[in-house]
């Protein structure tokens, strides 16, 4: 059981600065179960607590994780430079509690970005350590082969790297579309090594981390959704079947 003041518990969730979190309260914008609070320094449990500012329903979250389903030409940055920021699909909320993309995406890639405020959890599952397999859908300018598979699958060397790189499972989905599954999260892994086995990327969509889909989670193109405790557990380094 934890009791916070309101004022620190609409800061923590975003919604600005102290400052102006007393404001919103003393205008009577705050309400606790459908009762107005004007008194910043009310001490509020936080177990199981349901805020609406604006009339709109905010539940209090300790810490966000959360999936989007990324369109193309998004950067994956909090001081994005040549296309808009991920953040900004986001509830501004997000931005202001300093939620963050866990690893990257190119812009130009579609699909499964996970985010959070959650430190550890970020670099959990960044590391390379945890060997997290992750799906990607490649669609591809030359034909696929039968050898260009078997290439992806035995390792090609990439300039910058000591030892080849292979894939943990590799099928073909059309004459121009494959699924790859990849643990090491290298930059720019797909298309380097389907340039590397003499093909090229035209497109690219991350499908699943882990064993958490994106078809699972029902999310169209744009959307995002908190993960619970079941979800964030399918995003452990689990066999992925080929």
């Not at 400052?19 to 919103?24: F, S």
């Not at 909320?93 to 130009?108: A, E, I, K, S």
């Not at 004459?175 to 093909?199: F, P, W």
Request: proline share 6%.
């Amino acid at each position: 059981m934890s009791k916070l003041t309101l004022d620190r518990i609409l800061q923590s969730q975003g919604f600005g600065t102290r400052k102006w979190c007393r404001t919103l309260i003393a205008d009577g914008e705050v309400s606790i179960n459908g009762a107005v609070v004007t008194d910043h320094r009310a001490q509020i449990e936080t177990d199981g607590l349901e805020l609406a500012i604006f009339d709109e329903v905010w539940p209090y979250r300790a810490q966000v994780y959360i999936a989007l389903n990324k369109p193309a030409d998004f950067e994956c940055s909090r001081k994005p430079s040549h296309h808009p920021g991920v953040l900004s699909i986001l509830p501004e909320q997000f931005t202001w509690r300093d939620v963050q993309p866990v690893g990257r995406l190119d812009h130009d890639t579609t699909g499964m970005l996970l985010m959070s405020d959650d430190g550890p959890f970020i670099h959990a599952q960044s590391s390379p350590k945890r060997h997290i397999p992750k799906v990607y859908v490649a669609t591809t300018a030359e034909p696929v082969t039968p050898e260009l598979i078997a290439q992806l699958l035995a390792g090609v060397q990439l300039h910058d790297e000591p030892a080849p790189l292979a894939a943990l499972t590799c099928r073909q989905l059309g004459t121009h579309s494959l699924e790859i599954v990849l643990e090491q999260g290298k930059y720019h892994q797909v298309k380097r090594m389907l340039a590397a086995a003499g093909n090229h990327c035209a497109a690219l969509h991350r499908s699943a981390i882990g064993s958490l889909t994106l078809e699972a989670l029902g999310l169209d193109e744009g959307e995002w959704c908190y993960l619970d405790d079941a979800q964030r557990a399918l995003l452990a380094p689990a066999a992925i079947d080929g």
